[in-house]
């Protein structure tokens, strides 16, 4: 059951995201950087897919916060998920927008006015659509 509709993006809807995402953060995995990552994505049916960064020893394997949200989110709902929105926060008091690879895993599973929500060092969030965060991105023709 849609808890929103996708329409909806209002102030308390994403005012829960990034406290789903604060919480997310809580589990993440970060034994080499300590720094704590969380991800929210709100999908179009109004569902809510947490996520959080999960480190390895062979520090390349890290696997982001926003990647293992999604990753999740097609396991739990499928390969035609679209996400209306993302929240991400840390619990480090720093600025973290998602990574350049993280740009392009979300682009894949977006449309063009997905908005992501980013928090700034000064512990505001900033907002910026994923063709802003990335431009002249990669596709391939599906
Ligand atoms: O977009 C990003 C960038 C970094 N991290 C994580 C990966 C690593 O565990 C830690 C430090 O880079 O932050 C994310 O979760 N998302
Ligand atoms: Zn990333």
Redo the contacts with the bound molecule.
């Keep these: 059951m849609p808890s929103n509709p996708a329409s909806e993006l209002t102030p308390s809807l994403v005012a829960q995201l990034q406290h789903k995402a604060a919480a997310a953060a809580q589990k ?1 995995y ?1 034994p ?2 300590h ?3 969380g ?1 929210a994505l709100l999908l179009e049916d109004g569902t809510i897919v947490t996520g ?4 390895n020893a062979s520090y390349r394997l ?6 293992t949200a999604i990753t999740s989110a097609v396991a739990l709902h499928g390969p035609a998920i679209r996400i209306r929105a993302i929240a ?1 926060a ?1 619990l480090n008091n720093a600025a ?4 350049g ?2 740009r392009q895993t979300i682009l894949e599973f977006s449309t063009p006015d997905t908005l992501i929500f980013f928090p700034k060092p000064d512990g505001t969030f900033d907002q910026a659509t994923i063709a802003e965060l990335l431009p002249a991105a990669f596709l391939l023709n599906k």
């Design positions: 993440a970060a080499y950087s720094f704590r990552v991800a959080c960064n999960v480190e890290t696997t982001c916060a926003e990647q991400v840390n973290s927008q998602p990574c690879a993280c």
